[in-house]
């Protein structure tokens, strides 16, 4: 790996798309709340229809309304991870030799991950708002596709830092 002294193109993307992406996190965050964020965090794999029932059913009124209106921003929100992941990728293909699998995983894991996510909020959008499509079937499959965009988000992620951090470090080491 040689450290290059200049941000390429895919490096002003990657800050970019990187720091919208955090501060599209945290303002996620935000409207969910602390309070209604644990429910959130039991929802994400309810494992049947009477689980998810149960979590929601410990939402006051203004919790399930925040947890509801997050759902909207985080229609885009994916769209800048997987942006941000998939620039990623590319750059770390230029500073060090990928497999064909691992560069192909790296671009598109993140996109398959935030098709899930967007498919993930719609079903959640429907049970939110009509209990008689709570069912094992709804439920496990948007718990399905939680885990799965976690996944494509967090696994690239992982990968990627493993190889990223320790050249950003020899960077900084060799100024």
């Given at each position: 790996?040689?450290?290059?002294?200049?941000?390429?193109?895919?490096?002003?993307?990657?800050?970019?798309?990187?720091?919208?992406?955090?501060?599209?996190?945290?303002?996620?965050?935000?409207?969910?709340?602390?309070?209604?964020?644990?429910?959130?965090?039991?929802?994400?794999?309810?494992?049947?229809?009477?689980?998810?029932?149960?979590?929601?059913?410990?939402?006051?009124?203004?919790?399930?309304?925040?947890?509801?209106s997050h759902y909207f921003p985080n229609?885009?929100?994916?769209?800048?991870?997987?942006?941000?992941?998939?620039?990623?990728?590319?750059?770390?293909?230029?500073?060090?030799?990928?497999?064909?699998?691992?560069?192909?995983?790296?671009?598109?894991?993140?996109?398959?991950?935030?098709?899930?996510?967007?498919?993930?909020?719609?079903?959640?959008?429907?049970?939110?708002?009509?209990?008689?499509?709570?069912?094992?079937?709804?439920?496990?499959?948007?718990?399905?596709?939680?885990?799965?965009?976690?996944?494509?988000?967090?696994?690239?992620?992982?990968?990627?830092?493993?190889?990223?951090?320790?050249?950003?470090?020899?960077?900084?080491?060799?100024?």
């Amino acid at each position: 790996m040689s450290p290059t002294s200049r941000l390429t193109p895919l490096d002003v993307t990657l800050i970019g798309f990187g720091t919208a992406y955090a501060l599209s996190e945290l303002n996620l965050m935000r409207m969910v709340g602390p309070a209604a964020g644990g429910v959130y965090r039991e929802i994400q794999t309810s494992p049947s229809a009477a689980a998810y029932r149960k979590s929601v059913a410990r939402l006051t009124p203004t919790m399930r309304k925040r947890l509801r209106s997050h759902y909207f921003p985080n229609f885009g929100h994916p769209l800048l991870y997987a942006i941000a992941l998939r620039t990623g990728g590319q750059r770390l293909a230029q500073l060090v030799p990928l497999a064909p699998a691992v560069q192909t995983f790296l671009t598109v894991g993140p996109c398959v991950g935030a098709a899930a996510d967007i498919t993930e909020n719609v079903v959640r959008l429907r049970l939110l708002a009509d209990d008689d499509a709570v069912t094992d079937l709804s439920v496990r499959t948007a718990s399905a596709l939680a885990v799965t965009k976690w996944t494509l988000a967090v696994v690239p992620l992982a990968y990627m830092s493993t190889r990223f951090v320790p050249f950003w470090l020899r960077i900084l080491r060799d100024r």
